[in-house]
């Protein structure tokens, strides 16, 4: 319709419908609406007998019967979303008005295939900067760009981003296929944006940030920032992620993080710290085999050197 987005807003959701209620309202209330918000049920004990947003005109939710992670849970929408433009958006975030156009605008140019958002911290005060994308340091440890910058100090015009940050960001369903396909399931939740980002870069797409797309944001609500489930998962994918996308220093910087890391917390007497990270070092080398032939297919593909694509990444 010609008062309607021509785009498609993906919410994953996991026992945590009220938050996610307010996220799809975020996403309705913009002007224009998007063509169809999609609430993804990632599996979720609280809602199921049906999910509240089923409620809301414009809304559709598709119902996962396990939680299979952002990654599988993004994937779904993914494949049930129509048209070419899908907005992933956190449950825990509010699209600012104005922001799904700002957001969208930029996929009309040649080779932009992800437009990632002004993300704010949410009920700062001074307001602090949550993410303008993602970067990745040179032992592959990937971070928010900009994390907790004042916003008035911020001074970063749109332009090319390392990274995407799927808490808030539009991507062209052309350039996911065309990069391999959407996110890899196996990491479940955290680096897959990074990884889908590298993929895309290898194949000469651009990922744009857009500093008019505002997006209000609860950090790790749904996950919770500094659980041992969080910095498992952290510690395993950023060694998954090093080894698929990785050069050989990049690669040996970041099992040398790894390791010296796990020595230092046991002389500090934290052996769940070094635990952590010993099992991130076990599971990437018995699944070194795994992972170098995912290495082999981003070669396969790629149109852009893999130094390009880490030329300028920031020491840790």
């Given at each position: 319709?010609?008062?309607?987005?021509?785009?498609?807003?993906?919410?994953?959701?996991?026992?945590?419908?009220?938050?996610t209620l307010e996220a799809a309202r975020s996403a309705l209330g913009q002007e224009p609406p998007p063509r169809e918000v999609l609430v993804v049920d990632n599996g979720s004990e609280r809602t199921a007998g049906g999910h509240p947003a089923a409620a809301l005109p414009g809304v559709r939710v598709v119902r996962l019967p396990t939680n299979v992670g952002f990654a599988g849970g993004a994937n779904a929408g993914m494949a049930a979303a129509a048209g070419d433009a899908i907005v992933l958006l956190n449950n825990d975030a509010r699209l600012e008005p104005g922001a799904l156009a700002a957001l969208v605008a930029p996929l009309a140019e040649p080779r932009v295939g992800a437009v990632t958002a002004l993300i704010l911290l949410d009920g700062t005060d001074p307001v602090l900067v949550n993410s303008t994308g993602g970067?990745?340091?040179?032992?592959?440890?990937?971070?928010?760009?900009?994390?907790?910058?004042?916003?008035?100090?911020?001074?970063?015009?749109?332009?090319?981003?390392?990274?995407?940050?799927?808490?808030?960001?539009?991507?062209?369903?052309?350039?996911?296929?065309?990069?391999?396909?959407?996110?890899?399931?196996?990491?479940f939740m955290y680096y897959e944006d990074t990884e889908l980002s590298?993929?895309?870069?290898?194949?000469?797409?651009?990922?744009?940030?857009?500093?008019?797309?505002?997006?209000?944001h609860r950090h790790a609500h749904s996950s919770h920032?500094?659980?041992?489930?969080?910095?498992?998962?952290?510690?395993?994918?950023?060694?998954?992620?090093?080894?698929?996308?990785?050069?050989?220093?990049?690669?040996?910087?970041?099992?040398?993080?790894?390791?010296?890391?796990?020595?230092?917390?046991?002389?500090?007497?934290?052996?769940?710290?070094?635990?952590?990270?010993?099992?991130a070092l076990a599971h990437a080398i018995s699944h070194l085999r795994e992972l170098s032939r995912a290495r082999r297919a981003v070669a396969r593909r790629a149109t852009v050197p893999l130094r390009r694509v880490w030329s300028g990444a920031p020491r840790d």
């Open positions: 319709m010609d008062d309607q987005l021509d785009a498609t807003v993906v919410i994953v959701d996991w026992n945590e419908p009220e938050v970067e990745v340091t040179r032992s592959a440890n990937g971070r928010d760009r900009d994390w907790r910058r004042p916003l008035a100090a911020l001074d970063r015009p749109a332009g090319p981003a390392p990274a995407f940050s799927g808490g808030a960001v539009v991507l062209s369903r052309q350039a996911v296929e065309d990069a391999g396909g959407p996110f890899d399931e196996l990491l590298w993929r895309l870069r290898r194949r000469g797409w651009e990922i744009r940030y857009e500093p008019r797309a505002v997006v209000r920032a500094g659980s041992d489930f969080f910095l498992r998962l952290n510690e395993r994918n950023r060694l998954r992620f090093a080894v698929t996308h990785g050069s050989t220093g990049v690669i040996l910087r970041a099992f040398w993080r790894t390791f010296g890391g796990a020595i230092s917390r046991l002389l500090r007497g934290d052996p769940k710290g070094a635990s952590r990270r010993l099992g």
